[in-house]
């Protein structure tokens, strides 16, 4: 077969693929230490009352963060900040970053002063199912209150890492999530010792690890210049600009988020454990995503909005375009791993304690559900962010309704034969309908085509990880089982990755893949 041209190596190229590198290391950590994390959830309260009440009182300052705070305050400061970096005048910098930090955190306040107030309602909106049950229901709304003032300072740290992102220093910002997790982590293990019940020290470790992420960011602004100052000022025009392109971003950039909102809300009718399920499902998806998608659409929206501040639409394109080739090229075998060893993962990071095979087998019903999903959500963190680039917010809106009303009707037609792994099934087709829809805008809008290139990543791609799925299967198949002992299971399920990793970059070499050439050169300038 022929071999294919390598990916174009200039320095925009580099500069993309050097961030990710940061931010994926980074949030490899993360996924790390989150798994340390919700292995010790899930020993010492695994699919119960205290666990979904806990999961319900997380989602809703996580929705917010993920809606307003990450999702479209950073798409539409990200481009408002770029402008004035390119404009070279550092003390109308300033100026711009007091005014928006002043006008957020008055919100802010104003936000969760309101939550503890009307959180009973919150949580019926949530959750309406724990109204049959009045115990989960009041202790969601006990805990949703100690953990809502986690939105505050978590949204403010997600403008200090809009800061340092557009000045490319992503790895204090992409570090802070380990925060969090340390702080679950003593809140289960420690604060849970002081609290009845247990579950609220988990709760007060969230809000703690907000403070904290907030905390860590603050001397790097400093040293830019750019700490945080009180100056109220909302008639300054970089508000009215973010204020202008948030409205729409709110729908453009979380579609998935809201997805998982709907999911939740769904799931609270299910049998005791579905939201549970869904939950450590979805966070082993996030390890993926996050690596990869996540990793992308963080380090390519700085360099979007820079180059389309300038007016360089050719580099604009190329970088997309390199961006798409690379979540080809890594999430297609992610997928495949996800699918292939389900079962042996969630054994290994879960099973012990409260968290019983029964509960494994459930959640790996829906883990494969979401895995189907991978490459199209990974596609859809790395295409929204070019339209923020280019300050077009409505696009991605239109495409956020049509992809919400799908998920919704999905999810009623699928939750009943499916259960809680339908709910999850949906969100991964609405997923592929968001990805499908913001490729052929990309196209209109920009002329940004796929191009062959990009076809023939994904058809080696797709070889290269079928034939890693069938060692993968293989060697599942005869060599592992439940019954190891944690240690043998832990060598055995490392083997199984570094031997399926090893496959599939053999493979993509032996076909010529230009991305495996491309991204030894990158290495080795590094």
Known sequence: MASQPPLPDSSGHSQLLRSTAIIGFFTLLSRIS????????????????????????????????????????????????????????????????????????????????????????????????????????????????????????????????????????FAIPAATPIL??????????????????????????????????????LPALHRLGLGFRFRWNPAHPSVRRILLLMGPSVLGVSVAQINLLLDLFLASWLPDGSISYLYYADRLLEFPLGMIAIALGTAILPLLSAKAARGDVEGFKQNLETALQVVAFLTLPATVALVVLREPMLTLLFERGAFAPETTRLTADAL?????????????????????????????????????VANMGMNLVLMFPLKHAGLALATSLAGFLNAGLLLRALRQRFDITIRRELLVTLFKALIASLIMGVFLYLIREFYWSRTLSGTRQGLYLTGMLLGGGGIYLIGAWLMGMGEIRFLVRLFKKS
């Open 34 to 169: 989150g798994f340390v994390r919700d292995m010790i959830i899930a020993r010492a309260f695994g699919a119960g009352m205290g666990a979904d009440a806990f999961f319900v009182a997380q989602k809703l300052p996580n929705f917010l963060r993920r809606l307003f705070a990450e999702g479209a305050f950073s798409t539409a400061f990200v481009p408002v900040f770029a402008d004035h970096l390119a404009k070279g005048d550092p003390e109308e910098t300033r100026h711009a970053v007091h005014a928006v930090f002043s006008y957020l955190a008055t919100w802010l306040l104003v936000v969760v002063a309101a939550g503890q107030v009307i959180m009973p309602a919150l949580v019926v909106v949530a959750a309406p199912g724990f109204l049959e049950d009045p115990a989960k229901f009041d202790l969601a709304v006990v805990l949703s209150r100690v953990t809502f003032p986690y939105i505050f300072f978590i949204s403010l740290a997600a403008l200090a890492a809009g800061i340092l992102n557009s000045h490319r220093k």
């Open 180 to 217: 969090l997790n340390i702080c679950m982590i003593l809140g289960a293990t420690v604060f849970t010792r002081y609290f009845d019940p247990p579950v609220m020290g988990l709760a007060i470790g969230v809000t703690l690890g907000g403070i904290l992420q907030l905390s860590f960011q």
């Open 368 to 404: 494969l559900a979401y895995a189907i999903g991978l490459s199209a959500l990974a596609t859809v963190k790395v295409t929204a962010p070019a339209f923020y680039a280019m300050k077009d917010t409505r696009t991605p809106v239109r495409i956020a309704i049509i992809c919400m």
